[in-house]
């Protein structure tokens, strides 16, 4: 057991998670919530903790986007992300620098390295967040139990998206989370922003958890991210087939947009899951998200509720997605769509003569 007193833990960390050298957008996007979280705390700092070999000229874009101070660790040992040393260098800043809150990305990398490290510090952590916020705990003072102030609220969805939870870690520190890219947004960046760099090296200790690396073999991947599009046409059961889903892919590419997908799209095998919006495929915040052909399950509306704008088109005036679409289109997709299609494509035509 470690001893702890918690009244040491202060400030807010974030896992600046970078892959060779370049920063993921993940570590942008914790620094804009962390940056907001912290006006609710006592200690207003923002720390961005940065591993791995030769990052140093990383910090003044952490500062940028929101850092207050950037803790480097530097190591060969940590070229390349591996479990065991990156656990030990995150979870050795931990026990030294007492962060109260620790935010991690929910990449396959944070996925890994976060409940590894809360393991380690021995505390909780609460996954795929959708919420973060500052408040009291219990959210309703009980008689006779204390009402903990300044507390982080982790919600999520639970036991498979049929209830939202909000979560509280009173009783240990740090307290952890982890947050699927696209869920937080980042700060417009501050021109000339510096943070102080702490240069810390923690004491890595080779052991028998060690792996090697013989070689690294990246996946080359043709799919669109749907996570970077402004406009999403995206496609659900109703669309009937693989092939029908050309009408979706008309009328994308006269907005320039991207085509995505439901889970029983891709359960039907008509696309691939790196398409598929929502609980168990990707969150997105698109301008614009076209809704064809998709009921509204509350797992699908998890990853796309954020998006600015959300026109539905469903033959069921009673679907669910029509609760969260702002324009709504009753009718047969298969007329519609490419109707749809027709008329943009005429409009910034003549907008364009
Ligand atoms: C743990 C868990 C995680 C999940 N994660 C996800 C996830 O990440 N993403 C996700 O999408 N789902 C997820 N699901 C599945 C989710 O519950 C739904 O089953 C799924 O979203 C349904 O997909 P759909 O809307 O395409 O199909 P359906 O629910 O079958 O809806 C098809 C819609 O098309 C309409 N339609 C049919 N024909 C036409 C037509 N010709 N013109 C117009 N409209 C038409 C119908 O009226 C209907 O509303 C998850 C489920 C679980 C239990």
Redesign the pocket.
């Known amino acids: 057991m470690i001893e702890k007193n918690l009244e040491e833990y202060k400030g807010i960390a974030i896992y600046a998670q970078q892959v060779d050298g370049k920063l993921s957008n993940i570590a942008l996007e914790l620094l804009g919530k962390a940056r907001e979280l912290a006006n609710d705390l006592d200690d207003k700092t923002v720390t961005a903790v940065l591993i791995g070999e030769n990052v140093g000229g990383l910090t003044d874009e952490l500062a940028k986007y929101g850092a207050d101070r950037v803790v480097v660790i530097d190591d060969p040992e940590l070229k390349d992300y591996r479990t065991e040393p990156y656990t030990q260098a995150l979870a050795g800043y931990i026990n030294e620098f007492k962060p109260e809150i620790v935010l991690v990305g929910a990449t396959a990398i944070g996925r890994d390295l976060g409940p590894r490290t809360s393991a380690r510090v021995e505390t909780g952590l609460t996954a795929d967040c959708t919420v973060l916020e500052i408040g009291d705990f219990p959210l309703v003072a009980a008689p006779g139990t204390e009402q903990k102030h300044k507390q982080l609220l982790m919600t999520r969805p639970a036991f498979?998206?049929?209830t939202i939870a909000t979560i509280a870690c009173p009783d240990h520190r740090p307290q952890m989370a982890t947050v699927r890219p696209g869920v937080m947004q980042k700060i417009a960046p501050i021109a000339d922003a510096k943070a102080e760099v702490i240069n810390w090296k923690p004491a890595l200790e080779k052991n028998n958890c060690y792996v090697e690396i013989e070689k690294v073999v990246k996946e080359v991947s043709n799919v669109a991210d749907i996570a970077e599009a402004k406009i999403l046409v995206s496609?659900?059961?109703?669309?009937?087939s693989a092939e029908n889903f050309k009408l979706l892919d008309d009328l994308a590419e006269v907005l320039h947009g991207t085509v995505s997908?439901?889970?029983?799209?891709?359960?039907n095998g008509w696309k691939p899951k790196e398409l598929?919006?929502?609980?168990?495929?990707?969150t997105v915040r698109p301008h614009v998200y076209f809704?064809?052909?998709?009921?509204?399950?509350?797992?699908?509306v998890?990853?796309m509720e954020e998006s600015d704008i959300i026109i539905a088109?469903?033959?069921?005036e009673t679907?669910?997605?029509f609760d969260v679409a702002d324009y709504g289109i009753v009718?047969?997709?298969?007329?519609?769509v490419p109707l749809l299609t027709d008329k943009i494509k005429t409009a910034l035509a003549s907008k364009n003569a």
């Open positions: 498979g998206g049929n496609g659900g059961r109703g669309v009937g997908c439901s889970r029983a799209v891709v359960d598929q919006v929502g609980q168990t495929g990707k809704a064809i052909g998709i009921s509204g399950a509350i797992q699908h998890a990853g088109i469903n033959k069921d679907a669910p997605i009718g047969d997709l298969n007329k519609i």
